[in-house]
């Protein structure tokens, strides 16, 4: 690759996604080098206000959201009923699965064991251990790998081969293995394993995706120990092995994602044939001073292709590929990092779109997009103009010559029949070596609509797969189930012109990745996979949403409120009559209002304080997009005397003072898009004061109660007090015997003083003529060891600083019970002298901010009128 002009060579920074570069900046005034004028280049200059206009700006883009808020957050605690794992003790790593709905399982390829779980239940109905011996190990050790991470069978692939088989992939220690696995009884067939070097990755980490179709493995990996030699290959079939040219030109360090099979045989008018296609990243040849730049690639392979005669033996001679991309042009964002691809297929061939997910970074920030990509466009892209290499210019550009005929790199159609090319065998070798020098297309392909569907900072996708499901009015709804890195699942709806995010779960806890994502569309479940587990969730939780406005809302169009059974039910599959769903508009104007009364709590909490007292009453809403009120007595608060804590979700209403005139019945409400639900409901009770008689303190109907109710709650107290006294009579006896034992334990034995310590230290050196005699009870023990005195040490020129003195003390006296001690260096290498001990405090207890917050915002504000409390403020 040509090195850039002089004047030009500076190279951008690269804001790095998880495996590499994803956006890139240049400061205003770098000179650059650009690919043709009007070409998209990687990554286009960003200048940093952009990113600061960039949430604003977003708002604009259509389809594009830059910060969307999932409407509700199920944390792992409220999950934790509707969702059902699985975990084998000792195994990790549960990256591989497979779905076969029809004999209803679920395999699992994991380190070195296999799975096969019931869908439903997620029990286990089989297992096998596929373990790498420790031969293999010990020699993956040898040659420089983890014997912690890196020499283990890690089962990186697992698909079903026939109906009786399925054929599964290790690394095993870093010499991959292949195997098939009868089903019958899930056991590994008795015979030698297959040779996995090219259908399986070495290294675990490395990308890897592969499938089988009509009994050939079609895999793209990388071919060597090293990790230098990536490679797309064909096996297991009836035709010899394909493989893709060891040319940077082909395949430059590229990370692989996914494959997908895509029959456009099916109702060809031109004969045409069945194709593979590759989805990856890769560093850009292409761009004279972005060499180093990552792009997201797709490459196409013909099914029929089986090499040329002489050009391209056993190699492929319909190897294209094209750039992807996913950029959202008004914000000059531009996506790189191709994470994962989920392929959605139609009826037809012609209705089959691919979903990717792009990561980046900018700055500390992370950044990912969905952009969705239709076949139509991918194939647009491989029958249009070709790039070349010009060696006189030394740059790339369009090929603009006589392209050859056939067309290199087309699949065998009815056209090459009729002209005598039943093969690829028997194409020319002008075509062949065309296409052996310009495997890549000069046109990009561009993502639906323009833009990404969606668009989420702070934020890392993983993985993505996708269902259509049709709403009550009758439209096709396509939902996303977006696997992050933090361990969670965000449902995203896609509405045509924008994307609502339904919900988001927290599936796994701790956080780890989502490492997989599969979906059961028939039993409308979703699997996810991650290092210690794997989960199963249903694709809609219904019984989430308590309320009929509640569940028009949420917009999901698996659910719908039921009149009849005055529940939110699955919609699927049910007579649309007696069910409210509004997934475009949310409208909630057909719940009727004896069902929207029914969205108050059943059991209102009764609350008691003594006037004078600063009332507090949360309120935690069910949805992110919704707004609180507090209404006491039926009228509204104010706005200002809602607290807002630290959870985006939680509100407080304080009263500062409260009264007797503040008893009575506070309602707090959630507002979304007009529509008001019942999120929590207080009977507070404000008691008149210590000397007031019991009924006008607790005006509650049955005073015997109250009374027993009191005589109980005194004695308790009594009790209690009794006891906190003995405890702290104790507590003081433990904490003296305590202190001494300190004093007789932490010694540190040096040489004796020959004379009193005086303000400075006396020097080891000093002259032994002026010995006096003195009482060393006071500064030792009999054992010879020297007392640690708080406050007796001084530091005067004999360390790099001068230290504060402590509190003074009396020599010999016993420590006040420190919480935490510290002991500094000895003052003075070369002198003999006390050691001071830092006595730490008590730390902050963990709400200590929080109350403090709130001590401040009590003392700004004036206390409520008594004759008009919702106009008071805090």
Known sequence: MPPCPRAARVTPPLLRGPDGPGVAVSPPGTPRCSPRPGAMAPGRPLALVSLLALAATAATAPGASWSAVPRRTVPYAELRDAAKRFSHRGVSHYLTLTLDEAEGLLYVGAREALFALATGTVELKAAISWEAPMEKKAECVQKGKNNQTDCFNYVRFLQSYNSSHLYACGTYAFQPKCTYIELSGFTLEQVAFEDGKGKCPYDPTKGHTGLIVDGELYSATFNNFLGTEPVILRNLGPHYSMKTEY????????????????????GSSTGDDDKVYFFFSERAVEYDC??????????????????????????????????????????????????????????????????????????????????????????????????????????????????????????????HRRNGFASSLELPDNTLNFAKKHPLMDEPVPPQRGCPLLLKKDSNFTQLVVDRVAGL???????????????????????????????????????????????????????????????QLPLADCGRYQSCTDCVLARDPYCAWSRNTSACVRSDGQNGSHLVQ??????????????????????????????????????????????????????????????????????ALVVPGAGVQHSGTYRCLAEEQGARLGAQEYRVAVLAGPGAPLETRAPLENLGVVWVLAVCLGALCLVLLLVVLSLWRRLREELGKGAKAIESTLVYPIELPKEPPSPRFVSSAASDSDEKLWDPSSYYYSDGSLKIVPGHATCRNGGPGTATSPPAAIPGQPLHSPTRIHLGPLRGSSSNGYIRLALGTEERPPCADLAEELRRKLQQRQPLPDSNPEESSV
Do not use: M
């Open 290 to 415: 972005y060499a180093e730049q990552v792009v997201a690639r797709v490459a196409r392979v013909c099914k029929g292709d089986v090499g040329g005669a002489r050009t391209l033996q056993k190699k492929w001679t319909t190897f294209l590929k094209a750039r992807l991309v996913c950029s959202a042009p008004e914000q000059q964002l531009h996506f790189n990092r191709l994470q994962a691809v989920f392929t959605l297929p139609g009826a037809e061939w012609q209705e089959t779109t691919f979903f990717g997910v792009f990561q980046a970074r900018w700055g500390d920030v992370d950044v990912s997009a969905i952009c969705r990509y239709h076949i139509l466009e991918v194939k647009k892209a491989f029958e249009g103009p070709y790039k070349e290499y010009r060696e006189q210019a030394q740059r790339w550009g369009r090929y603009s010559d006589e392209v050859p005929s056939p067309r290199p790199g087309a699949c065998i159609t009815d056209w």
């Open 247 to 266: 040319l940077t030109s082909w395949l430059n360090e590229p990370h692989f994602v996914a494959s997908a099979f895509v029959p456009e045989s099916s």
């Open 582 to 651: 509004d997934v475009l508009n949310s409208d909630t104007s057909a719940c009727s209002v004896p069902q929207a009364a029914r969205q108050w709590p059943p059991a209102p909490k009764n609350v008691t304080v003594v006037a004078g007292t600063d009332l507090v009453l949360t309120c935690r809403l069910g949805s992110n997009l919704a707004r609180v009120l507090w209404t006491f007595e039926g009228r509204a608060l104010a706005a200002e005397q809602v607290l807002v804590l630290s959870d985006t979700r939680l509100r």
């Open 473 to 535: 009015d009758g439209t096709v709804y396509e939902v996303l189930f977006i696997g992050t890195g933090d361990g969670w699942v965000h449902k995203a709806l896609d509405l045509g012109t924008s994307i609502h995010l339904v919900e988001e779960l927290q599936v796994f806890e701790p956080v780890q990745p989502v490492e997989s994502l599969v979906l059961a569309g028939r039993k409308k479940l979703l699997f996810a996979g991650s290092r210690f587990q794997v989960a």
